[in-house]
């Protein structure tokens, strides 16, 4: 451990709460340099869709790198990247009745949007973009502008501007629609007319908060009335993890954009995507780059994932029966342990339990922790235990692991009621 200490910045966050040095995975499991397996509830904040190391993957990939497959070509063509397009529109887009051009952007989310910032816009002529309360779309200056998370916001090191913020929905029993549908309205509101609406259909690290389908609905049409893009931004909530590929399919909305990264590559690399309608490609070639815009390996298990679990419907299957089996021990614990519980959160397989405050919900990741398990929390203060293993858990997997959290829950609510006493 004294390497990381003296060499690795302070920025780290996540070995903070797991001190121990992995060496292995595989599906949802996590081993150490000391042999100890911990089941994964976190899985690469959602980038690990199809577990580590994910066999069928994996195959495609070393075949693909034994065989000579470009490995870095910039943005040029190449046969890895056309298998990719051609899956994606064949078995994502197509069933869907959806049609976006694709943008291959810098490998992480945190660029796809402000990719999907800067073409929003350019094409409306407009600079001002509207955002929410509790919204997270990354930490490089465009992407911050729109995330509401002080402590993210506090290191900018200068104004974050060029963002008009708006309550979500639920948001202290405000109306935030009315109120900007209202503001559009009124040559006194203040509100400069937006470029887009940038949102997450299921805020992820904001707390799991999801937008109803009446919601969603009356934005887009607020937004089609007055000529506003809407960008979903889907890279936490996209790939399956809310249950649908993408996250917005339940309210029949069709985004003008759509920002994807994380379970896109499907193994864990890099990549990144904005999807856009092809009226909006006003793009001058070069004119939003990046080195590694052009991830081929991330091509060969992406096109591999898309072909292996979106051909079918038998995956959605899986994942709603696993959200099930979720929910129900949500729901029981909340019974069983009203004095720290407060409601289960969230969709699919990106559910999570608030408590009552962040340091009920730590001391329940910690306690997770001790015993083989690894868990983190979401919300403004870190409330949410946020449950987020691989998609392709099994089903005894994943009732092992919500075992170890009813236990640590458990545990916690005796600890804290003989603190009471």
């Known amino acids: 451990m004294d390497i990381f200490k003296k060499q690795e910045s302070n920025v780290r966050s996540y070995s903070n709460s797991f001190p121990v040095v992995f060496s292995s995975a595989k599906g949802c499991w996590l081993e150490t340099n000391n042999g100890d397996r911990y089941i994964d509830f976190l899985a690469g904040a959602g980038s690990l869709n199809y577990g580590h190391n994910n066999t069928l993957l994996k195959k495609?990939?070393?075949?693909?790198?034994?065989?000579?497959?470009?490995?870095?070509?910039?943005?040029?063509?190449?046969?890895?990247?056309?298998?990719?397009?051609?899956?994606?529109?064949?078995h994502i887009f197509v069933p869907r009745d959806l049609d976006y051009k694709v943008q291959f952007t810098g490998p992480t989310g945190t660029n796809a949007v402000e990719a999907a910032l800067k073409l929003?816009?350019?094409?409306?002529?407009?600079?001002?973009?509207?955002?929410?309360?509790?919204?997270?779309?990354?930490?490089?200056?465009?992407?911050?502008?729109?995330?509401?998370?002080?402590?993210h916001r506090g290191c900018s090191g200068m104004?974050?501007?060029?963002?008009s913020r708006l309550p979500y929905e639920g948001y202290?029993?405000?109306?935030?629609?009315?109120?900007?549908?209202?503001?559009?309205?009124?040559?006194?509101?203040?509100l400069d007319k937006?470029?887009?609406?940038l949102l997450e259909v299921l805020q992820g690290e904001g707390g799991l908060n999801v937008a109803s389908k009446a919601w969603l609905q009356k934005l887009s049409r607020i937004c089609n009335d007055n000529d506003i893009l809407t960008i979903v931004d889907d890279i936490q909530a996209g790939c399956g993890r809310t249950g649908t590929f993408f996250s917005f399919e339940p309210s029949g909305i069709k985004p003008d954009i759509v920002t994807l990264?994380?379970?896109?590559?499907?193994?864990?690399?890099?990549?990144?995507?904005?999807?856009?309608?092809?009226?909006l490609d006003e793009w001058i070639p070069g004119e939003h780059n990046g080195t590694f815009r052009g991830n081929n390996h991330a091509f060969i298990t992406a096109t591999k994932a898309i072909e292996s679990y979106w051909v079918t419907n038998e995956f959605e299957k899986h994942i709603a029966a696993c959200s099930k089996q979720v929910k129900k021990v949500i729901d029981c614990t909340l019974q069983r342990f009203p004095s720290i519980l407060v409601r289960g959160k969230g969709r699919g397989m990106m559910q999570g339990i608030e408590c009552k405050n962040g340091a009920l919900a730590s001391a329940i990741s910690s306690r997770c922790f001790e015993k083989g398990m690894i868990i983190e929390t979401a919300g403004s203060n870190d409330e949410v235990v946020k449950f987020f293993c691989p998609l392709t858990i099994s089903k005894s997997e994943l009732e092992q692991g919500l075992h170890i959290f009813e236990q640590a829950a458990e545990y916690i609510a005796q600890c804290t009621t003989r603190k009471a006493s």
């Open 60 to 90: 495609a990939l070393i075949n693909y790198i034994e065989n000579d497959g470009v490995t870095h070509g910039l943005d040029m063509h190449t046969e890895a990247k056309a298998s990719f397009l051609f899956a994606l529109h064949n």
């Open 194 to 197: 937006p470029a887009a609406v």
């Open 172 to 190: 202290a029993d405000v109306d935030g629609l009315a109120l900007l549908e209202t503001m559009l309205n009124d040559n006194s509101s203040g």
């Open 159 to 163: 104004p974050l501007v060029g963002v």
């Open 120 to 151: 929003a816009r350019k094409v409306t002529g407009r600079t001002n973009i509207i955002a929410f309360t509790n919204s997270f779309h990354g930490c490089t200056y465009g992407a911050l502008t729109a995330t509401s998370n002080q402590h």
């Open 261 to 279: 990264s994380k379970s896109i590559g499907g193994y864990g690399l890099p990549m990144a995507l904005v999807l856009f309608k092809p009226e």
